[in-house]
């Protein structure tokens, strides 16, 4: 079946531009979780959702991130007046049911800000 | 919260050899350990997981192991071969949290 998708594949942007990186989880899954893989590191974690409810933004690096699932489908992480520093990977994972179950990972979204 | 490191950084073997990557963790609590492999300008994928309930779990080629005593989990890879170049990450769940915690990455590269 299909996997999780991810668009745009990659993205560049100016400093101070708005972008919008879209997630398609697996078909009924409950879980969503958005990550930020800088080069050379592993994921780390930005926000969570449980269908529709964003559980936990601990991760968000600033205001300037904003994420939402608005239906528990489909998921749009949102940064404004981007930075050179957000200049990074964004991975979407969905799972089944709990954020503690098995996570499959997108293509992620290759954002550049110049 | 969870701490996890994850050793080496770098790992160069022969077609043929073994691979041991090792990641040790910080919260007892951790109950849930994945391993994923992330070919260049790939997604991760999970490779192997391993639960606190177990202390080892094979898949083939790769195996896990768990000491809950010491905290820490290991990857083996046996008869590595070059398509298994890639990064490889560790991560460790919380028994209380769902966010889950991953090293830094492995970069294993596999000589034909």
């Known amino acids: 079946g299909a996997g999780v998708s991810q668009s745009p594949r990659y993205k560049v942007a100016k400093r101070g531009q708005d972008v919008a990186l879209r997630c398609d989880p697996i078909?009924?899954?409950?879980?969503l979780f958005w990550y930020q893989q800088a080069l050379g590191q592993g994921p780390e974690f930005l926000t969570y959702f449980q269908n529709e409810a964003q559980l936990d933004k601990s991760g968000l690096p600033s205001d300037r991130f904003f994420a939402e699932r608005p239906e528990g489908s489909v998921s749009t992480l949102k940064i404004q007046r981007t930075q050179q520093e957000d200049s990074a990977v964004y991975l979407c994972a969905s799972s089944l049911a709990s954020g503690r179950d098995t996570q499959y990972f997108g293509p992620g979204t290759r954002l550049t800000v110049l | 919260g969870e701490n996890v490191e994850q050793h080496p950084s770098t790992l160069s073997v022969q077609e043929g050899d073994s691979a041991v990557i090792k990641c040790t963790y910080s919260d007892s609590a951790s109950n849930y350990f994945p391993w994923y492999k992330q070919e260049l300008g790939k997604r991760p994928q999970l490779i192997i997981d391993?639960?606190?309930?177990?202390g080892e779990k094979k898949d083939q080629r790769i195996a896990v192991t768990l000491n809950k005593t010491a905290k820490h989990f290991s990857l083996h890879i046996t008869e590595t071969q070059p398509e298994d170049s890639a990064v490889y990450f560790c991560?460790?769940?919380?028994?209380?949290?769902?966010?889950?915690?991953f090293g830094r990455g492995t970069s294993l590269i596999v000589h034909p």
């Open positions: 078909s009924g899954h409950v879980s």
């Open positions: 991560a460790a769940h919380s028994g209380g949290s769902y966010i889950p915690t």
């Open positions: 391993i639960r606190s309930n177990v």
